[in-house]
């Protein structure tokens, strides 16, 4: 069956930009995540949702990075006025419940100049 | 904090050459290890679940084990095929998130 889809795939944006990245989770999972992952590392965490409720958002960097599932199913992360640092892949993953085996996209490739 | 290291940081191997990557952890409780594989350009791929000291999983020519302080992915008789970058996660008690190692980047050579 279909995976975990991201869109777009890749992304520039000039610093100051606003972007906004987009995840399709597998059909009838519950739980979504985002991570980010710099060039050479592992991914890290930074916020999840179980149906529409975002229950834990400890890792977003900062107020710049806003996360949204509305319906409990395709799911949005925002950044404004985006920086370099902000340059990374961004993954998203979902899990048929919560503590279930995570499966992950393709990831956003986003690059700020 | 709780932490995951993995090594070594890069292998290279020749074709048919066996090893081990390594994965140890500093948790205050476990619920979970995983690995994944990912490949450049794309998103981690589940490989397997680790749940207590003592288990084992396998899957073609690789083997997951897990201690109380460390899982072990070996690797028999790899195929170029094999190469790529190897994740271990944690995910404790109480939480949900995967806490990732920085990986093991794998090439395996013909």
């Known amino acids: 069956g279909a995976g975990v889809s991201q869109s777009p795939r890749y992304k520039v944006a000039k610093r100051g930009q606003d972007v906004a990245l987009r995840c399709d989770p597998i059909?009838?999972?519950?739980?979504l995540f985002w991570y980010q992952q710099a060039l050479g590392q592992g991914p890290e965490f930074l916020t999840y949702?179980?149906?529409?409720?975002?229950?834990?958002k400890s890792g977003l960097p900062s107020d710049r990075f806003f996360a949204e599932r509305p319906e409990g199913s395709v799911s949005t992360l925002k950044i404004q006025r985006t920086q370099q640092e902000d340059s990374a892949v961004y993954l998203c993953?979902?899990?048929?419940?919560?503590?279930?085996?995570?499966?992950f996209g393709p990831g956003t490739r986003l690059t700020v100049l | 904090e709780d932490q995951v290291t993995q090594s070594p940081e890069a292998l290279r191997l020749q074709e048919g050459e066996s090893s081990s990557l390594n994965c140890s952890y500093t948790?205050?409780?476990?619920?979970?290890l995983f690995w994944y594989r990912q490949d450049p350009g794309k998103g981690p791929e589940f490989l397997f679940t680790?749940?207590?000291a003592g288990e084992e999983k396998e899957k073609e020519r690789l083997k997951a084990t897990l201690t109380k302080k460390e899982s072990f992915l070996h690797i028999t008789a790899p195929k170029p095929e094999d190469s790529a970058t190897y994740l271990c996660?944690?995910?404790?008690?109480?939480?949900?998130?995967?806490?990732f190692g920085q990986g093991t980047r794998l090439t395996i050579n013909p």
């Open positions: 993953a979902s899990s048929l419940a919560l503590l279930d085996t995570q499966y």
């Open positions: 059909s009838g999972h519950v739980s």
């Open positions: 949702f179980q149906n529409e409720a975002q229950l834990d």
């Open positions: 948790v205050s409780g476990l619920r979970g």
């Open positions: 680790l749940y207590s």
């Open positions: 996660a944690v995910q404790f008690q109480g939480a949900q998130k995967l806490v």
